[in-house]
């Protein structure tokens, strides 16, 4: 019989990356502190877990998926910003910079709990005053690490990535099914869905 997946978040990308891997998953979003440290590895690696961790306890038998992205310059953590002001505030700091993403992905089953962190290199666009007032007056930042998001191709966000595109986004695919894997869920090679993943570097 399979083993049922849950997703511990109520991030529409993450939603959407997941269908890659499988067809079905039910959605049960974790509410836990995410309070971060100086350490974004460890604090990515440490929120996925607890996420997947705090969920499967509503979800015996199922193979849980926690996950959390913090963007970090080297001087601080960028989560998601508290409304337009903050939003403005973070990509005028990132903006033209290289930073890193860290996501970390968890799964909590009955096998136990196994996690992977996925770190990328990004540099943000030399976005203009007016770019970033337009963008962040569409709404789109205000639910992302950092204010910005990889996928916003039409902004664009991105001048540059060394990395994984999905862990950008927010759920490492390669390293995910792995993970899964070890909770016995068999799953679709990213590819299949996402042709950019056959050229990842975390393949």
């Keep these: 019989m399979p083993v049922p997946v849950v997703l511990a978040s109520a991030s529409p990308r993450r939603r959407e990356l997941l ?41 015996p038998g199922a193979a849980v998926i926690g996950a959390d992205t913090i963007v970090h310059d080297g001087e601080r953590a960028y989560g998601k910003p508290a409304d337009k002001e903050e939003a403005v505030a973070m990509l005028r700091a990132l903006r033209g910079k290289r ?50 998001a990889i996928q916003d191709e039409d902004v664009p966000t991105v001048a540059d990535l060394d990395g994984c595109y999905c862990s950008v986004m927010g759920l490492p695919l390669w390293r995910l099914r792995a993970l899964l894997a070890t909770a016995g869920v068999v799953t679709r090679e990213p590819h299949e869905a996402l042709p950019r993943c056959a050229a990842c570097p975390e393949r």
């Design 19 to 59: 269908r890659a891997l499988l067809d079905d998953a039910t959605i049960d979003p974790a509410d836990i502190d995410e309070r971060t440290t100086d350490d974004p590895r460890a604090d990515a690696r440490r929120l996925a877990r607890e996420k997947a961790s705090a969920v499967a306890r509503r979800h």
């Design 99 to 148: 930073h890193l993403v860290v996501t970390g992905a968890a799964v909590v089953s009955a096998s136990g709990a196994a996690s992977e962190v996925s770190t990328s290199n990004v540099t943000l666009a030399e976005l203009d005053d007016h770019t970033v007032a337009a963008y962040v007056a569409s709404g789109r930042p205000l639910d992302k690490a950092g204010a910005y």
